[in-house]
Nanobody, 121 residues
Framework: QVQLVESGGGLVQPGGSLRLSCAAS????????MGWYRQAPGKQRQLVAS???????NYADSVKGRFTISRDDAKNTVYLQMNSLKPEDTAVYTC???????????????WGQGTQVTVSS
């Protein structure tokens, strides 16, 4: 089994910062990529940021320059540093990872439980 455990969500004022963490554990041979998605009420789920094993990153246009994704390979953990937060960033943020459990296995996608981020004055 592979588990993703998220932390760092909460309530913050506009302009504030939060750092989300997601640690992967269990049967893991390699992680090809990790990322963060978010979904607000009445909105489609969107990819916020992702990072692959080579360190290449991808960001939604709405968060470029404000959010930074990073990873700690030794800890199988991905982070999302969220700065200059806006009310429109309010959403449930969910961690995603593409994991190869064994050398002979195919890559599977796994999801965390989701964590609420609320930006409000």
């Amino acid at each position: 089994q592979v588990q993703l455990v998220e932390s760092g969500g909460g309530l913050v004022q506009p302009g504030g910062s939060l750092r989300l963490s997601c640690a992967a554990s269990g049967s893991i041979f390699s992680i090809n990529a990790m990322g963060w998605y978010r979904q607000a009420p009445g909105k489609q789920r969107q990819l916020v940021a992702s990072i692959n094993s080579g360190g290449s990153t991808n960001y939604a246009d709405s968060v470029k320059g404000r959010f930074t994704i990073s990873r700690d390979d030794a800890k199988n953990t991905v982070y999302l540093q969220m700065n200059s937060l806006k009310p429109e960033d309010t959403a449930v943020y969910t961690c995603n990872a593409y994991v190869r459990r064994t050398p002979g296995d195919y890559v599977r996608g796994y999801w965390g439980q989701g964590t609420q981020v609320t930006v409000s004055s």
